[in-house]
């Protein structure tokens, strides 16, 4: 008989910590429960002293023995550590891909697909019990991380399963003592049809006190639409709009023509009717290499969004010819004349330019906000060349960009971040419209080393960094190994732990990656914050 546990001693290191001193700022909001369930168990009666059931319940802590299946228990020492072994890669395979199994039959299936002789038998109590440990054990080295930083920046991405389903995942970034860049999704919160800017707010904030994070967030980056408008209210944070959605947004404005629309609705038809048709899809295959085209995937689109776009209407012009040879075949209806294809041509040299010139601030990871101001200067240049030949696309979208993004200097910390950053501090400290100098100047303290913080030192240090010149290294490395600088690496490590996009470049610049987290749509909602935590960290 398992001992007899003691009443009022069982509790979770992990919620003494978050319960710890912990202070509530509400900005007049009220806290909602977690959307999910607690990763805690039921005692079993001889636990409870063989007490019934209306006995006081404490949680328990799953134990090792509990992650195996009954049949597991009395085999010999070999098996089971070999089944575990074979369990650990299921349910790695499982987060890593995010599979929505919902089914005894569907984890069953994913064990032979994966070792074909294997026996082991699995279940959803075995997974979820698997998974709850898991999120334990790497919720607390998260916690132990996030509590000994001083600057953090909260991200909150909003998207949905279907129109009355929304959720909002929340990252947390900082810089860690030795000036690497960390990352973690730490929460997401089922909003059910309710997403407007002041239920975002609300868990955000339930969010970042359960974490203890509330006084060291001073910006958030969403890309949830009216969040500006809560500054007025009374809240202390800063909300930045994700620089992808702000492209995304830009893109669908360009193409708001009646005409373009019904160009886009066609194109969808047209990929449509070879995904949905096998015969057609064959004979599209032939006809390619019979024209020696390269074969290409025709990619469906869900929503307006710039890069699946550009991927779509990409390979559309590219297999023309031979889509060109099915109608005839088939005697199908939808075509696209010369007109319309020229503007198909318009549109993606005018997308190219902007998958180009993003890439280069990066394609992996979460990047600082300080390489907007440049990027979006170098967008307005290389659309002027498309323009200037007619591309009326490229005038369109030049004219929505500017009108997004002609106050981004205004923004005490997109500028203070872009002149900390040695690449691209001439952006903003050569424009004499503003004064960068002096706001980074305020914010230089004294060091205990140096015994004094005057104005001629603080001063002098600030005017060596700006006549620096030519420097392409990292911002972080940058500041890692420059010894000379005293007072400015502490407001650096502040403004460059801002980053620029609500969700990972990769997800920006690559559609397979966009595609992977589009299976988040499918998972089981009790399992869903646990398995995208697990999966981002």
Same mark, same amino acid.
């Given at each position: 008989?398992?001992?007899?546990?003691?009443?009022?001693?069982?509790?979770?290191?992990?919620?003494?910590?978050?319960?710890? &001193?912990?202070?509530?700022?509400?900005?007049?909001?009220?806290?909602?429960?977690?959307?999910?369930?607690?990763?805690?168990?039921?005692?079993?009666?001889?636990?409870? &002293? &063989?007490?019934?059931?209306?006995?006081?319940?404490?949680?328990?802590?799953?134990?090792?023995?509990?992650?195996?299946?009954?049949?597991?228990?009395?085999?010999?020492?070999?098996?089971?550590?070999?089944?575990?072994?074979? %369990?650990?890669?299921?349910?790695?395979?499982?987060?890593?891909?995010?599979?929505?199994?919902?089914?005894?039959?569907?984890?069953?299936?994913?064990? /032979?697909?994966?070792?074909?002789?294997?026996?082991?038998?699995?279940?959803?109590?075995?997974?979820?019990?698997?998974?709850?440990?898991?999120?334990?054990?790497?919720?607390?080295?998260?916690?132990?991380?996030?509590?000994?930083?001083?600057?953090?920046?909260?991200?909150?991405?909003?998207?949905?399963?279907?129109?009355?389903?929304?959720?909002?995942?929340?990252?947390?970034?900082?810089?860690?003592?030795?000036?690497? *860049?960390?990352?973690?999704?730490?929460?997401?919160?089922?909003?059910?049809? #309710?997403?407007?800017?002041? /239920?975002?707010?609300?868990?955000?904030?339930?969010?970042?006190?359960?974490?203890?994070?509330?006084?060291?967030?001073?910006?958030?980056?969403?890309?949830?639409?009216?969040?500006?408008?809560?500054?007025?209210?009374?809240?202390?944070?800063?909300?930045?709009?994700?620089?992808?959605?702000?492209?995304?947004?830009?893109?669908?404005?360009?193409?708001?023509?009646?005409?373009?629309?019904?160009?886009?609705?066609?194109?969808?038809? !047209?990929?449509?009717?070879?995904?949905?048709?096998?015969?057609?899809?064959?004979?599209?295959?032939?006809?390619?290499?019979?024209?020696?085209?390269?074969?290409?995937?025709?990619?469906?689109?869900?929503?307006?969004?710039?890069?699946?776009?550009?991927?779509?209407?990409?390979?559309?012009?590219?297999?023309?010819?031979?889509?060109?040879?099915?109608?005839?075949?088939?005697?199908?209806?939808?075509?696209?004349? #010369?007109?319309?294809?020229?503007?198909?041509?318009?549109?993606?040299?005018?997308?190219?330019?902007?998958?180009?010139?993003?890439? @280069? !601030?990066?394609?992996?990871?979460?990047?600082?906000?300080?390489?907007?101001?440049?990027?979006?200067?170098?967008?307005?240049?290389?659309? /002027?060349?498309? #323009?200037?030949?007619?591309?009326?696309?490229?005038?369109?979208?030049?004219?929505?960009?500017? *009108?997004?993004?002609?106050?981004?200097?205004?923004?005490?910390?997109?500028?203070?971040?872009?002149?900390?950053?040695?690449?691209? %501090?001439?952006?903003?400290?050569?424009?004499?419209?503003?004064?960068?100098?002096?706001?980074?100047?305020?914010?230089?303290?004294?060091?205990? *080393?140096?015994?004094?913080?005057?104005?001629?030192?603080?001063?002098? @240090?600030?005017?060596?960094?700006?006549?620096?010149?030519?420097?392409?290294?990292?911002?972080?490395?940058?500041?890692?190994?420059?010894?000379?600088?005293?007072?400015?690496?502490?407001?650096?490590?502040?403004?460059?732990?801002?980053?620029?996009?609500?969700?990972?470049? #990769?997800?920006?610049?690559?559609?397979?990656?966009?595609?992977?987290?589009? /299976?988040?749509?499918?998972?089981?909602?009790?399992?869903?914050?646990?398995?995208?935590?697990?999966?981002?960290?």
């Amino acid at each position: 008989m398992p001992p007899r546990i003691k009443k009022n001693r069982v509790r979770f290191d992990l919620e003494q910590n978050l319960h710890r &001193g912990r202070k509530h700022h509400s900005f007049g909001q009220q806290f909602v429960p977690l959307p999910y369930g607690r990763v805690y168990r039921r005692p079993s009666r001889s636990e409870r &002293g &063989g007490k019934g059931p209306r006995a006081s319940i404490h949680p328990v802590p799953l134990r090792s023995r509990e992650l195996l299946p009954d049949h597991n228990l009395h085999s010999s020492p070999t098996h089971r550590s070999d089944d575990s072994r074979f %369990k650990t890669l299921l349910l790695n395979r499982i987060v890593k891909d995010l599979m929505p199994l919902n089914t005894a039959t569907g984890y069953q299936d994913l064990a /032979r697909s994966l070792s074909p002789s294997s026996h082991v038998q699995l279940n959803s109590s075995w997974f979820q019990a698997e998974l709850k440990s898991l999120y334990r054990q790497k919720r607390e080295e998260i916690q132990t991380a996030v509590n000994v930083t001083s600057y953090l920046v909260l991200s909150a991405e909003l998207w949905s399963s279907n129109e009355e389903m929304f959720y909002l995942t929340v990252s947390c970034h900082l810089i860690i003592e030795n000036w690497i *860049h960390k990352s973690y999704v730490i929460d997401t919160a089922h909003l059910l049809n #309710e997403h407007t800017p002041e /239920r975002v707010l609300q868990e955000l904030l339930r969010i970042s006190n359960e974490w203890n994070i509330t006084e060291k967030i001073q910006v958030v980056v969403t890309n949830v639409d009216g969040m500006k408008k809560l500054e007025k209210s009374g809240c202390k944070w800063i909300f930045i709009p994700c620089f992808a959605h702000t492209l995304d947004k830009v893109f669908r404005e360009t193409i708001c023509d009646s005409d373009l629309k019904n160009l886009l609705r066609k194109c969808k038809q !047209i990929v449509a009717f070879f995904q949905q048709n096998n015969k057609a899809l064959e004979s599209l295959q032939e006809h390619c290499s019979n024209l020696r085209l390269q074969r290409t995937e025709l990619i469906q689109i869900t929503d307006l969004k710039w890069l699946p776009t550009l991927h779509m209407l990409r390979n559309i012009l590219a297999l023309w010819p031979a889509i060109f040879k099915v109608f005839i075949d088939t005697l199908h209806e939808i075509s696209i004349n #010369e007109n319309e294809r020229k503007i198909l041509k318009d549109i993606v040299a005018v997308l190219n330019i902007l998958e180009a010139v993003t890439k @280069e !601030i990066g394609s992996h990871e979460y990047r600082p906000i300080s390489n907007v101001i440049p990027l979006v200067q170098k967008l307005q240049d290389e659309l /002027r060349k498309p #323009e200037n030949m007619g591309n009326k696309i490229a005038q369109t979208l030049y004219e929505k960009l500017e *009108h997004h993004t002609s106050n981004i200097k205004k923004n005490h910390w997109v500028r203070m971040s872009t002149a900390l950053d040695p690449r691209y %501090k001439t952006c903003v400290l050569l424009d004499p419209t503003i004064d960068v100098k002096s706001e980074i100047r305020s914010q230089m303290t004294g060091n205990s *080393h140096t015994g004094h913080s005057s104005y001629d030192a603080r001063n002098e @240090e600030l005017e060596k960094y700006c006549q620096l010149r030519n420097i392409s290294e990292d911002p972080l490395k940058f500041w890692r190994t420059r010894a000379e600088f005293i007072r400015l690496p502490s407001v650096a490590r502040k403004y460059l732990t801002l980053v620029s996009t609500a969700i990972p470049m #990769e997800r920006v610049h690559q559609l397979e990656k966009s595609q992977i987290i589009n /299976r988040r749509s499918c998972l089981d909602p009790k399992n869903l914050n646990m398995i995208l935590f697990l999966n981002a960290n």
